[in-house]
């Protein structure tokens, strides 16, 4: 095994934080590819619940190293209160965590501009969480942007400033007032937080990768949101501004495609969403209810509620495919006990014809889910420590998504602690 990937097939808040942290023992290192702290993974072990935004979720465990990639945005504001809740818990992070040099930096004119921009859009905005990933993403492809290996010369605080300023005359083409930004004392907390972070150990993570490969480490790269909000196959321009599907993981971290073993895809047993975009199977009836109460479906990041619906399974082959993925986790199985029926959409209605793949434009405009239905189960799933225990409606529901994806479902998750995770 070189390195293995554990990425989220749906519209992100899989569990993706939950099943990292579950697999951190058998790994050395576990490394972040993309995506910032528009990023919430949650894990909750021993009774204590954390949500990362930046650092990887293999941190908790005494002898992993993280790494930040260089795929990643990093906000210092929001890292450094990352860093405070780890210190409070009792972590030392510092002798287990690195930071790519060429990660990109979140300024607070980033997020400034991510705000602007989505209140100028209207009706038609994202749904950004406002952290401004859209714009530092922007200043990297255009070459302007400001990296972490820069914070080490001297003239760091000069490229900030010409940034900065560019930033502050982008502001002026939009008909949006943002007078209750103060620029200075955002300034002040920048600064501030851009110290803390110099305490990190910053490395050239490909370089570092390289070498642990060579010396046998295990590594496995965690994604961030999931492949519907993918820069390219996402439901574009719904989406994130980075490369969320496995391709990411080479370009975010610097590990060449045949150093790559297996693909982790993780998905819930139904779907959610937050932030606008197209959902063809989002219902909002009593089990969509349902589902947003019993699963608390909530943005860790931004509180916001999720939008809930039954699984997409031509999404989640589609999914499936671009990724490659080797090996399926089916999270929140316990969410949808004691539904009558459990609905599954197997093909689409899309003009008039029925069709079994994704297609460019999911609008639900064009495009209607049609769905099989399975008999759902009424068995509490919470206290189940192995798959001998699961009723036969749910291994039913486990072996038609298998034979469909035609990839095995290797851990099906029943609650959100550490141990409510079933190895099949
Ligand atoms: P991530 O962004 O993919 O890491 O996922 P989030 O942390 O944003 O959202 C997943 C939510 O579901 C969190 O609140 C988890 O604690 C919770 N969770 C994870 N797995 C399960 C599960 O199997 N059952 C239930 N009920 N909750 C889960
Ligand atoms: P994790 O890693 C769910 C969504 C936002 C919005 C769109 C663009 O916790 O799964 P952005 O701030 O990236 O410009 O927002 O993407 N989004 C997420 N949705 N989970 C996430 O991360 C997300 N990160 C971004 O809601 O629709
Ligand atoms: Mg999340």
């Not at 702290?37 to 992993?64: M, R, W, Y």
């Not at 450094?80 to 030392?92: R, S």
Request: proline content about 3%.
């Amino acid at each position: 095994m070189a390195v293995n990937m554990l990425l989220g097939l749906q519209w992100g808040d899989e569990g993706k934080g939950k099943i990292v942290d579950v697999l951190t023992k058998q790994y050395d290192i576990i490394a972040r590819f993309q995506g910032g702290p528009n990023a919430g993974h949650t894990l909750i072990f021993d009774g204590h619940k954390h949500v990362l935004h930046t650092i990887p979720s293999g941190i908790f465990h005494e002898n992993t190293l993280n790494v930040i990639g260089n795929g990643v945005v990093i906000d210092p504001v929001i890292l450094q209160k990352e860093l405070e809740k780890l210190t409070a818990f009792g972590v030392d992070f510092l002798e287990k965590l690195l930071v790519s040099r060429k990660a990109h930096i979140i300024l607070p004119t980033h997020r400034l501009l991510d705000k602007v921009s989505e209140t100028s859009k209207g009706e038609a905005k994202i749904g950004s969480t406002l952290k401004g990933i859209g714009p530092t993403y922007t200043d990297k492809i255009s070459r302007s942007g400001l990296r972490v290996g820069d914070l080490q010369q001297e003239n760091w605080e000069e490229k900030y400033r010409r940034l900065a300023k560019e930033h502050l005359s982008k502001l002026a083409f939009y008909d949006v007032d943002y007078s209750d930004f103060d620029l200075e004392k955002e300034e002040k907390i920048f600064f501030e937080a851009v110290s803390y972070l110099k305490k990190l150990t910053f490395i050239d993570s490909e370089l570092y990768f390289q070498k642990a490969i060579k010396e046998g480490k295990k590594i496995l790269a965690e994604g961030a949101q999931g492949s519907l909000l993918d820069i390219d196959f996402g439901t574009y321009p719904f989406v994130t501004s980075s490369n969320t599907v496995a391709a990411g993981g080479c370009t975010g971290l610097g590990i060449a495609p045949n150093k790559m073993d297996k693909v982790f895809g993780i998905f819930k047993a139904y779907t959610t969403r937050v932030g606008s975009g197209p959902f063809p199977t989002e219902i909002d009836d009593d089990y969509g209810k349902a589902m947003a109460k019993v699963g608390h479906e909530f943005g860790a990041t931004t509180g916001r509620p999720r939008r809930c619906g039954w699984l997409d399974l031509v999404a989640l082959k589609y999914s499936v495919l671009i990724n490659g993925v080797t090996d399926l986790m089916m999270m929140k199985a316990d969410v949808l006990s004691g539904f009558d029926t459990i609905k599954v959409c197997t093909a689409y209605k899309y003009k008039g014809e029925i069709i079994d793949y994704f297609p460019y434009n999911i609008d639900t405009e064009f495009l209607e889910p049609i769905y099989t239905d399975f008999n759902g189960w009424t068995e509490d799933l919470t206290q189940f420590t192995k798959e001998s225990e699961f009723p036969k409606e749910l291994n039913e529901y486990i072996a038609f998504l298998e034979k469909e994806t035609e990839v095995k479902i290797s851990i099906v998750s029943v609650g959100p602690d550490r141990k409510q995770t079933i190895f099949r």
